[in-house]
Each structure stands twice: as structure tokens, then as C-alpha cells.
């Protein structure tokens, strides 16, 4: 049987040792978020030079690159000032509100102030557009860019914008829309199925098996559409027949009374 004191000083040691490679561990931690630090610092005054230069897009991609290491209210408001500086307006009201409201380096009173107004400005080259599409499953897309699912109201800066809107089963529509910042612009969209389509563009479905060679879908056939005309035309020619005849048979009967009198005279003769 071992004595109660050696498991005691086992114990001891290695608990002694834990503690030893904690601080060692706490120390590398540190090291490495110190590194992580210093290249956060450089990359963020990297931004601001490029900033400074009106060099936007590289001052953007610093700017991503800080925030990927340690986001917080500073960074968003970096990427919030360089999206309004490129006009990518509603890009730079979702940083500038993430600025405002982050909790990690808050901004002090100046800077708050001055995203305020930033956003402010943004906001009027903006317009907010409710969505009325159908079917509730399509696919939105403004611009190439997806759409959020079932999105019942998005931003679009102001101007021109190609929209595009598909759904299994239903054929699909693109259009132009123009938006401007003032109130809120309808965006409404009805697609119509492809069995509807087919039935359209297809004679055969028509009841009245209409005519196909002209392309009019439920149209009478080309006959049956004429049929007053011919009519008219018939009842025409036969007017003129009788009229020929009552002519001719008026003419010869007049040759053949004696005298030039008429056939009626002629018969009855003198009184």
C-alpha cells in the first residue's frame, strides 16, 4: 500500500504544472492577439491614407480587411463613409446604422454625430419599394442581385434598375423600373403560368378550332367570317339577273305588239 503523502505530492506537481502551462498558453494567446492588433492598426491607417488620396476602392478593401480581424462601431463607420464616397447609398446606411448601434469601440459624441448626418444625406438618395409579386415562391432579382426570400420591402437608390422575376412552372418577366427618393415606389409583379401561355400561343385549344394560318387564336375561320359578304354579293347578282330579265322581256314584247302598242291594248282592242 503506498503511503498517503506520494499522492498527495503527485497531485501537487501536477497541478503545478497546469498552472504553468496556462500562463504559457495566456502568454502566446496574448502574443498573438497583440500581432492581430498591429496588423488591425496598420491596416486601418492604410485605409484612411487611401481615404485620403480619394483612392475609395482600396480604402474599401483595408477597410474589409480590418473589420474581418476585429469589427466594431469604428469600422463600420469607415465602410459606411467609403460606400456613400463610391454612391453606393443603401451599402452605406446598412454600415452607418451597424455604427450606431455596435457596442465594441462605440463612437464618442463627435463621430456619432457626424454618422448621423452622413446617414441622414444617404437616406435622401434613396427609396424605399414594396414588393407585390406573384407567385409568393418567385425569384427576385434587381440589378443580377438576389433579392432577400419573401422580402416585402427593400432600398433602392434612385434612378433606373433592371428587375428580373422567375418561378418553376410560370414563365418569367423583365422589366426597367425607375425609383425616386420620395415616398415609397409599387413594385408589382404578376407572372402568368406556362400552361396558360401554351393554351395562347396554341390553335388547337381554341373551341371554335379557328383559323391557325393567321396566328389568331379563337378566331373564326376565314370563311365563316365572310359569310355576310358573300351572302350580300349573291343576293346582289341575283337582283341584277331579274332586272336583266324583266328588261329583256319588256323590250321583246314591245317589238312584237302591233302598231308599237302594248300587248294589253292589243288585245283588248277598241271599245
Known sequence: MRPWHEGVGTAFVTAALLFVLSILGGKVRAEERSAEALIYERTVQRGVQEMAFQNYL???SLFLEAHKLFPN????RALGMVEYELRNYVAALGYLEQALKSDSRPLDPEKRAQVEQLRKEANSFVARCELRIKPASAVVEIDGEPVRENAREILLQVGNHDLQVSAAGFNGARRQ???????TTLISVTLV???VEAARADPASDANHGDASNGVV?????GRRLWWL????????AGVAAGLTLT???DRTQREAPYGGSAMTALKGPS
Open 248 to 250: 329583256l322581256t319588256s
Open 193 to 195: 403560368p406556362l400552361a
Open 58 to 60: 482600396e480604402a474599401r
Open 73 to 76: 462601431a469604428r469600422t463600420f
Open 177 to 183: 423600373i425607375g425609383v425616386t427618393g420620395a415616398g
Open 218 to 222: 379563337g378566331a373564326p375561320s376565314r
Open 230 to 237: 358573300w351572302t350580300g354579293i349573291g343576293l346582289v347578282a
